[in-house]
């Protein structure tokens, strides 16, 4: 069974611009969450998808968006981009969403803003 | 707000050895999930072992066993036999009944050495 596949895993972008990145979920599995990792705030929770509706979101601008597809395929798009932004975003996936089944993560997108 | 501390930037052990990874957290929460999660330089984040806060007795994962303290608010995960491949950045993790979103420690790095 594939595990979480994101897309790409690496980009770089400038200031400004605006980056779309892709989290494809375990066969099976309509929860997806996206969480920001940065040396200096480390692991923080983005927002949480189920059956193409935001359940949960953390405490970002509104420049931080996402979608989930009927496919429970999920996208996540930044805009305006900022240096702050420089991270890795990973993506997580699980059976249901309450909590009790784990949730299994993707090798997360590393992305760099110039 | 639930928070997640990790007190421990640093650890190493010698292969063989037995090491603690300390964990405190603080909640109003009645039900909830405690994980612990390695982060290789691979960049996946890997469910090493969950506990859930109802059950008294301390899970267990072959070589990783944690010291669940509900009262203290405690959550150390001790690991037994080192070897090479446990190196990584290890995440204390928590969860509510019911809800995906995950809070995260700050990390502590461990080093296993030969």
């Known amino acids: 069974k594939a595990g979480v596949t994101q897309t790409p895993r690496y980009l770089i972008k400038t200031r400004g611009q605006q980056v779309t990145l892709s989290c494809s979920p375990i066969?099976?599995?309509?929860?997806v969450s996206w969480y920001q990792q940065t040396p200096g705030q480390g692991l923080q929770f983005l927002f949480e998808?189920?059956?193409?509706?935001?359940?949960n979101k953390g405490n970002f601008p509104g420049r931080f968006s996402g979608r989930q597809f009927s496919n429970s395929r999920s996208e996540m798009n930044v805009s305006t981009l900022e240096l702050g932004d420089s991270a890795l975003y990973l993506c997580?996936?699980?059976?249901?969403?309450?909590?009790?089944?784990?949730?299994?993560f993707g090798d997360g997108t590393r992305l760099s803003i110039l | 707000a639930q928070t997640v501390t990790q007190s421990q930037p640093e650890m190493s052990v010698q292969e063989a050895e037995t090491v603690t990874l300390s964990c405190t957290y603080d909640t109003s929460e009645s039900d909830y999930y405690l994980f612990w999660y390695k982060q290789p330089p691979s960049r996946q984040m890997i469910l090493v072992i969950r506990q859930e806060a109802y059950k008294q007795q301390n899970a267990t994962e072959n070589r990783f066993s944690v010291n669940f303290q509900k009262a203290a608010k405690s959550f150390s995960l001790k690991i037994s036999d080192s070897q090479l491949g446990d190196a990584a950045m290890y995440f204390c993790?928590?969860?509510?009944?019911?809800?995906?979103?995950?809070?995260f420690g700050q990390g502590t790095r461990l080093t296993i050495n030969p």
């Open positions: 993790a928590y969860r509510i009944q019911g809800a995906q979103k995950l809070v």
């Open positions: 997580a996936s699980s059976l249901d969403t309450q909590g009790n089944q784990p949730q299994h």
């Open positions: 998808y189920f059956s193409e509706t935001q359940r």
């Open positions: 066969s099976g599995h309509r929860s």
